[in-house]
């Protein structure tokens, strides 16, 4: 399973609103002595288990089959939403020579949905269903040039697809039944299915929103993962930043958007859900009450608690003790507090590692297979073994084709779905598949993070396809090594430098006693090395 458990730290405060720097010592020790827990104050049975509730197959309109969609997600997800497309109440361009095609392949993929594929989805979505293993959800898009698109996740595994004339008119219909109704790409042009935030409706039916995914980063109308789909740039006012100064409460979470049947594709969006157990009342009740975070791929820990209070939460109070603790799956470039939009601390990793003085350490390694100039898809067999030492946890960054959608003339492509075969406390057998990648931003590679105890001495041997490598900890802590398997030109491996336990764990204490409103919120962003994110769900306080 994907999940991890939280627990209390020790730790002291530091005053003042700008206090940076971070308190590695209890984190630090527990980390090295094999710990992979962090706290979460009073709410120590908590868990994060990570999902996709947004993505799409050729169910209707998307790549890859519904099945192999299922089996991808339970590959490297707790638990998913696979999403057809049902609606769009407003669809524009009827009669524009140019919108024909797109108008056609959205309403075909309707009429197959009502002519039986929804049934089938129904059918197979219950059958994946396993609770305490692995949860699924049924879910549906529908599109809104005036609304921004929308998509509903129902608690029931046997709920209907409600029609509607428009997303408020959805939101009318399904008012006291156990759904939620999530806007995305929200950084879109109000109009033109971006999000129009005087449409927001606080409360049970939209407790969060999705701010990353494929279509890029929502959070503000600057900085990283900007929108270069068709649809067009970003747009502040759709923003979440511009939202919360609005003064709207919501959760912060991401989702893939994916149209390849891989959801969870990794660097494309994920959901962490803070919740006690694997059930879907668990699920369910977490969700509701904001207790969910956005990362774009790795499974990045945060713990953000002010006073008694963690994510999601309104609580009072003019002296906001705020503590912040972070496990990364690489080296963490920055952590920032951000208080009514503007960072009021910022805690900064090292630009290269330290590497530790002790023989015996913890540390993150992460292989990487891909590359190579040719079409043909590569298929990698083959292990990853450790001697002298511990794996204590696989992580899998699979990926799926990078379509966000369907394109004129592109001919689908079976989805190849990657595998973590085996793995115990020495050793990871895989099966993946890769092609080249599309150009020199989007990656088509797969990936596996080992967390290790190991003496610097120990070896990895990783032997793929015929070829066999080896390196020793200390070789990739001193820095990342690349092989190629047939010469210049042709797939290869990269061997990711190795990241010591103080590199990628980080805890903080700060005091904030300077209200600025009647109620302001706050909220944690980490920056990886990788430039892989993830973010809390804002944390409001209310003045006294």
Same mark, same amino acid.
């Given at each position: 399973?994907?999940?991890?458990?939280?627990?209390?730290?020790?730790?002291?405060?530091?005053?003042?609103?700008?206090?940076?720097?971070?308190?590695?010592?209890?984190?630090?020790?527990?980390?090295?002595?094999?710990?992979?827990?962090?706290?979460?104050?009073?709410?120590?049975?908590?868990?994060?288990?990570?999902?996709?509730?947004?993505?799409?197959?050729?169910?209707?309109?998307?790549?890859?089959?519904?099945?192999?969609?299922?089996?991808?997600?339970?590959?490297?997800?707790?638990?998913?939403?696979?999403?057809?497309?049902?609606?769009?109440?407003?669809?524009?361009?009827?009669?524009?020579?140019?919108?024909?095609?797109?108008?056609?392949?959205?309403?075909?993929?309707?009429?197959?949905?009502?002519?039986?594929?929804?049934?089938?989805?129904?059918?197979?979505?219950?059958?994946?269903?396993?609770?305490?293993?692995?949860?699924?959800?049924?879910?549906?898009?529908?599109?809104?040039?005036?609304?921004?698109?929308?998509?509903?996740?129902?608690?029931?595994?046997?709920? !209907?697809? @409600? /029609?509607?004339? =428009?997303?408020?008119? +959805?939101?009318?219909?399904? #008012? &006291?039944?156990?759904?939620?109704?999530?806007?995305?790409?929200?950084?879109?042009?109000?109009?033109?299915?971006?999000?129009?935030?005087?449409?927001?409706?606080?409360?049970?039916?939209? !407790?969060? @929103? /999705?701010?990353? =995914?494929?279509?890029? +980063?929502?959070?503000?109308? #600057? &900085?990283?993962?900007?929108?270069?789909?068709?649809?067009?740039?970003?747009?502040?006012?759709?923003?979440?930043?511009?939202?919360?100064?609005?003064?709207?409460?919501?959760?912060?979470?991401?989702?893939?958007?994916?149209?390849?049947?891989?959801?969870?594709?990794?660097?494309?969006?994920?959901?962490?859900?803070?919740?006690?157990?694997?059930?879907?009342?668990?699920?369910?009740?977490?969700?509701?009450?904001?207790?969910?975070?956005?990362?774009?791929?790795?499974?990045?820990?945060?713990?953000?608690?002010?006073?008694?209070?963690?994510?999601?939460?309104?609580?009072?109070?003019?002296?906001?003790?705020?503590?912040?603790?972070?496990?990364?799956?690489?080296?963490?470039?920055?952590?920032?507090?951000?208080?009514?939009?503007?960072?009021?601390?910022?805690?900064?990793?090292?630009?290269?590692?330290?590497?530790?003085?002790?023989?015996?350490?913890?540390?993150?390694?992460?292989?990487?297979?891909?590359?190579?100039?040719?079409?043909?898809?590569?298929?990698?067999?083959?292990?990853?073994?450790?001697?002298?030492?511990?794996?204590?946890?696989?992580?899998?960054?699979?990926?799926?084709?990078?379509?966000?959608?369907?394109?004129?003339?592109?001919?689908?492509?079976?989805?190849?779905?990657?595998?973590?075969?085996?793995?115990?406390?020495?050793?990871?057998?895989?099966?993946?598949?890769?092609?080249?990648?599309?150009?020199?931003?989007?990656?088509?590679?797969?990936?596996?993070?080992?967390?290790?105890?190991?003496?610097?001495?120990?070896?990895?041997?990783?032997?793929?396809?015929?070829?066999?490598?080896?390196?020793?900890?200390?070789?990739?802590?001193?820095?990342?090594?690349?092989?190629?398997?047939?010469?210049?030109?042709?797939?290869?491996?990269?061997?990711?430098?190795?990241?010591?336990?103080?590199?990628?764990?980080?805890?903080?204490?700060?005091?904030?006693?300077?209200?600025?409103?009647?109620?302001?919120?706050?909220?944690?962003?980490?920056?990886?090395?990788?430039?892989?994110?993830?973010?809390?769900?804002?944390?409001?306080?209310?003045?006294?």
């Amino acid at each position: 399973m994907n999940r991890r458990k939280f627990i209390r730290s020790a730790g002291v405060t530091l005053a003042g609103i700008a206090a940076g720097g971070s308190l590695l010592q209890n984190t630090a020790s527990a980390m090295a002595k094999g710990s992979k827990d962090i706290p979460l104050g009073a709410d120590n049975n908590l868990k994060v288990f990570w999902g996709d509730i947004h993505n799409h197959c050729n169910l209707t309109y998307g790549h890859g089959g519904m099945k192999e969609a299922f089996e991808a997600a339970k590959g490297q997800l707790d638990f998913v939403a696979v999403t057809p497309h049902a609606m769009w109440p407003d669809i524009p361009g009827k009669n524009d020579p140019r919108l024909e095609w797109v108008i056609e392949y959205h309403e075909s993929a309707f009429r197959r949905l009502r002519a039986g594929g929804w049934d089938k989805y129904v059918k197979m979505t219950n059958e994946y269903n396993k609770e305490n293993e692995f949860l699924t959800f049924l879910s549906y898009e529908c599109h809104s040039m005036e609304h921004g698109d929308h998509v509903v996740l129902n608690y029931d595994l046997n709920a !209907p697809l @409600v /029609e509607c004339t =428009s997303v408020e008119d +959805l939101k009318k219909k399904l #008012l &006291g039944t156990r759904t939620f109704i999530t806007p995305h790409h929200m950084g879109y042009q109000e109009g033109y299915r971006g999000y129009n935030w005087k449409y927001f409706s606080e409360g049970s039916q939209t !407790p969060f @929103v /999705e701010m990353y =995914s494929r279509h890029g +980063l929502a959070e503000s109308d #600057l &900085g990283d993962y900007p929108y270069l789909h068709d649809m067009g740039p970003r747009h502040w006012e759709g923003t979440i930043m511009y939202g919360l100064n609005q003064g709207h409460k919501f959760g912060i979470m991401g989702s893939t958007d994916q149209h390849a049947g891989y959801p969870g594709s990794y660097g494309d969006g994920r959901i962490g859900v803070y919740a006690p157990a694997l059930t879907r009342e668990a699920i369910w009740d977490a969700l509701q009450n904001r207790k969910v975070c956005c990362a774009t791929g790795d499974k990045i820990l945060i713990d953000f608690r002010i006073n008694d209070a963690s994510i999601g939460d309104v609580i009072k109070g003019n002296n906001r003790r705020i503590y912040v603790n972070v496990i990364g799956e690489s080296a963490i470039d920055y952590i920032d507090i951000v208080k009514n939009g503007q960072t009021v601390g910022r805690i900064s990793g090292p630009l290269t590692p330290h590497i530790p003085a002790e023989d015996v350490i913890r540390a993150k390694v992460k292989f990487e297979f891909g590359w190579n100039r040719f079409e043909e898809p590569v298929k990698w067999d083959g292990s990853i073994k450790i001697n002298n030492g511990t794996i204590n946890e696989v992580t899998s960054c699979f990926r799926g084709a990078p379509y966000t959608s369907p394109q004129k003339g592109v001919k689908e492509q079976p989805t190849l779905v990657n595998k973590v075969l085996d793995k115990n406390s020495k050793s990871v057998q895989l099966e993946m598949y890769t092609t080249k990648n599309p150009n020199t931003v989007t990656a088509s590679t797969q990936a596996v993070i080992l967390d290790v105890t190991m003496s610097k001495s120990g070896v990895f041997t990783v032997e793929f396809n015929g070829k066999k490598f080896d390196y020793t900890l200390a070789e990739l802590l001193q820095g990342t090594k690349t092989q190629f398997m047939n010469g210049w030109l042709s797939e290869a491996i990269q061997f990711h430098r190795a990241i010591p336990v103080s590199a990628f764990t980080f805890e903080h204490f700060m005091t904030d006693d300077k209200p600025e409103k009647s109620t302001d919120h706050y909220y944690v962003r980490v920056r990886q090395r990788d430039n892989q994110w993830a973010w809390s769900s804002p944390i409001w306080v209310e003045r006294i």
